[in-house]
């Protein structure tokens, strides 16, 4: 039994010195302040939303031009002048010389030189290049013969139709009844 102790005594002197050999714990932090939370900044405020208008590539679709339509006989045949805001400075005409049988489209505004000039209807669209108006007005010309299709066309077009000359913003223009009574009045 002796020996028995001896080896007890021996494996708790190992022990204790095993248990000296390990390092203390370190001791537990102190407990700290809790820091003060900050509000989340706000985020930026949300650029306006801007409308753009639709972008179409079909003419018909555009806006008609602001104005209106009006008529006026003479003795050597009638006049439909189409007014913008601005007054017939920068409008349209369709008149006819009864004695010349011609109808004549006249986009005031434009200049004194030839000019590329297209109309356009729903079924039908001329180019041409139109000769300055003259001395009486600031504009250019395209002659047409009464019986000429586009005439039907520009007035059948579905309520409107599109007057391009170079340099010019592009009328879109109602086919009223003015722009017919003009057209039958040459025809007559």
């Known amino acids: 039994m002796k020996a028995i102790t001896q080896t007890a005594a021996a494996i708790l002197a190992l022990t204790l010195g095993l248990v000296a050999c390990v390092p203390a714990s370190a001791p537990p932090p102190a407990p700290t302040q809790p ?3 900050r509000p989340a900044p706000r985020p930026a405020p949300a650029p306006p939303t801007v409308v753009q208008p ?3 590539t079909n003419w018909m679709d555009v806006p008609a031009t602001a104005g209106n ?3 006026a006989a003479f003795p050597f045949g009638s006049q439909a002048i189409f007014r913008g805001p601005s007054g017939p400075a920068s409008g349209f005409s369709v008149s006819c010389n009864a004695q010349a049988r011609q109808v004549t489209l006249l986009r005031l505004g434009a200049g004194d030189r030839p000019s590329p000039i297209r109309i356009l209807t ?3 669209s001329r180019a041409g ?4 108006a003259g001395e009486q007005f600031s504009g250019v010309v395209l002659r047409l013969a009464p019986n ?3 005439l039907d066309a520009m007035a ?3 309520g409107r139709f599109a007057v391009e000359v170079d340099g010019q913003p592009t009328l879109y223009l109602p086919s009223y009844a003015e722009v017919s009574r003009v ?3 040459c025809r007559g």
């Open 54 to 56: 639709p972008v179409t």
């Open 35 to 37: 820091v003060a939370s």
């Open 156 to 158: 059948l077009s579905k």
């Open 129 to 132: 290049l139109a000769e300055p």
């Open 122 to 124: 729903e079924t039908a």
């Open 69 to 71: 339509w009006e008529f």
């Open 148 to 150: 000429d299709p586009l």
């Open 183 to 185: 057209i039958e009045d």
